[in-house]
């Protein structure tokens, strides 16, 4: 059905809950690829991630992937997790789409922060300021694998 999100296995959110760190892949207007580590929140139908006040070489506006989602919405997430023994390797992989959340969407965005704030203690520790970006991804299509 058009517009529906896919059912997600309350095993794979669980792991979205629980992971510390994903990948988060976007597309530029050319269609050339991106990927950087991202710290996330996940409240059970979307995910978050917000740039923070770690140093960037640039301003958070000029930030490649707040570039590429402004001209290309789709993109990608992927949570994973290595073990030398291999029967415990997992991942969920992620396709959706992603937007700025406004800074008139007062609600959505108290709520993200808190979400992030709560998850990570760096950023409930003043890493992750008021009017940081926020992005807001919306799974269209998940799908997991291995030790879930």
Same mark, same amino acid.
């Given at each position: 059905m058009p517009g529906k999100r896919?059912?997600?296995? @309350? @095993?794979? /959110? /669980?792991?979205? /809950?629980q992971a510390r760190v994903a990948r988060f892949a976007t597309l530029d207007a050319r269609g050339r690829p991106h990927i950087v580590p991202i710290c996330f929140a996940y409240d059970g139908k979307i995910l978050y991630t917000a740039v923070d006040q770690k140093p960037k070489r640039v301003s958070p506006e000029r930030l490649v992937r707040v570039k590429n989602l402004r001209a290309v919405p789709h993109v990608a997430l992927l949570i994973d997790e290595y073990d030398e023994d291999w029967t415990q390797l997992w991942y969920v992989l992620i396709r959706g789409k992603a937007k700025l959340i406004p800074r008139s969407a007062h609600k959505e965005r108290a709520r993200a922060l808190g979400k992030i704030r709560a998850k990570y203690p760096q950023y409930a520790r003043g890493m992750l300021a008021e009017d940081a970006p926020i992005i807001r991804i919306s799974s269209k299509r998940t799908t997991s694998w291995g030790k879930i």
């Open positions: 896919p059912t997600i296995s @309350a @095993a794979v /959110r /669980r792991k979205l /809950r």
